[in-house]
């Protein structure tokens, strides 16, 4: 019995390579970029448990802001909700010297609305609380949980 001959894989011509590689591109940079953010958010939030230093601050504003975005659905614009972003202003004395913040994370934090409102029902206009701050740069400061 005779031996089927096998057929050879077809070569890719270069325009194909160059348009799958184009096409993959944008999900490549994508996963990268929340690969390096993952890694950049550990990395100082391990920053802040080590190097940062403790510090009274009192808040003085408390708000919650509505993320939205505009995305047309069936050729009508139609606002649509993001999430939740909450406002802790605070501010504190490092050397003699007053500084305001509004950071209460190392990691970026989108929160839903419930969330975002049992985080915030522990903060009050007027309250102290402990936060922590870069020696090196001490407008970098975090608002502890």
Sequence with gaps: ???????????????????????????????????????????LTERVATTFLDVDCEVTEVALRALTRIETIDGRKRTVSGGHDPII???YVVAGRVY???????????LGEAEAQAFLSRYDEGTRHRCRYDP???????IAP
């Design 100 to 110: 305001r913040s509004r950071r209460f994370s190392p990691a970026a934090r989108t």
């Design 89 to 91: 202003e605070y501010e």
């Design 1 to 43: 019995m005779p031996r089927r001959q096998r057929m050879p894989y077809p070569r890719w011509r270069t325009s194909q390579i160059i348009v799958v590689a184009l096409a993959a591109a944008p999900f490549l940079f994508l996963i990268w970029a929340i690969i390096a953010s993952k890694r950049a958010d550990a990395v």
């Design 136 to 142: 090196s740069n001490p407008a970098l400061a975090f």
